[in-house]
């Protein structure tokens, strides 16, 4: 497994933007699809991007599509979130996962599909 700590997370107001990191060490960064996830109190782990081990697929969450932008640095072996527009229905812990490459075409949307997950990062939005 990857080992991912996330960064980033904070308070902010309602139209805010706000930047997640999520840094990768222990395994071959590109061997992995890059994902995050997020938890409200009281409710399931829910999707909200994805990427492909280039960087050049993507996928999104229909709550966050054209507010969020997920991306990554293979240099650097960083996924990164980038959180625009900001509203109070966002506030969760967010959370960092990676899962193996696979020849199967997609990017894998539920939690069970992803076998690496970072400690999470606290985003809370006031209105």
């Known amino acids: 497994q990857v080992q991912l700590v996330e960064s980033g997370g904070g308070l902010v107001q309602a139209g805010d933007s706000l930047s997640l990191s999520c840094a990768a060490s222990?395994?071959?960064?590109?061997?992995?699809?890059m994902g995050w996830f997020r938890q409200a109190p009281g409710k399931e782990r829910e999707f909200v991007a994805a990427?492909?081990?280039?960087?050049?697929?993507?996928s999104y969450a229909d709550s966050v599509k054209g507010r969020f932008t997920i991306s990554r640095d293979n240099d650097k072996n960083t996924a990164s979130l980038q959180m625009d527009s900001l509203k109070p229905e966002d506030t969760a812990v967010y959370y960092c996962?990676?899962?193996?490459?696979?020849?199967?075409?997609?990017?894998?949307?539920?939690?069970?599909?992803?076998?690496?997950w970072g400690q999470g990062t606290q985003v809370t939005v006031s209105s």
């Open positions: 222990g395994r071959t960064f590109t061997n992995y699809r």
């Open positions: 996962a990676a899962t193996p490459r696979s020849f199967i075409p997609g990017l894998p949307t539920t939690p069970e599909r992803y076998d690496s």
């Open positions: 990427i492909s081990w280039s960087g050049r697929g993507t």
